[in-house]
């Protein structure tokens, strides 16, 4: 499946928006997640979406968090709404599984 590389990422006011990217150079199968990953803390999964496009959030960003897939363009992507001081942190996509490599991930500062 290839390498995952995220993007999208940036500074952003509390109560901004952001809509991150991940671009495999293979074919995705499977559930796909969003995870991040705060300085000093373990990586964490946010969010996963079924090949089929059925999605499950953390109580900590429903509602404010969209994931979404195009497994023609091998892309899953993030919309995040309303962030908050607590969203800064590096967001990386990869299987539910964790089991593909890992990008680089992007950083999300959320910073007035």
């Known amino acids: 499946q290839g390498q995952l590389v995220e993007s999208g990422g940036g500074v952003v006011q509390p109560g901004g928006s952001l809509r991150l990217s991940c671009a495999a150079s293979?074919?995705?199968?499977?559930?796909m997640g969003w995870y991040r990953q705060a300085p000093g803390k373990q990586r964490e999964l946010v969010v996963t979406?079924?090949?089929?496009?059925?999605?499950n959030y953390a109580d900590s960003v429903k509602g404010r968090f969209t994931i979404s897939r195009d497994n023609a363009k091998n892309t899953v992507n993030l919309q995040i709404n309303s962030l908050k001081p607590e969203d800064t942190q590096v967001y990386y996509c990869?299987?539910?599984?964790?089991?593909?490599?890992w990008g680089q991930g992007t950083q999300v500062t959320v910073s007035s």
């Open positions: 293979g074919s995705i199968f499977g559930t």
């Open positions: 990869n299987s539910a599984r964790g089991n593909l490599g």
């Open positions: 979406i079924s090949s089929g496009g059925s999605t």
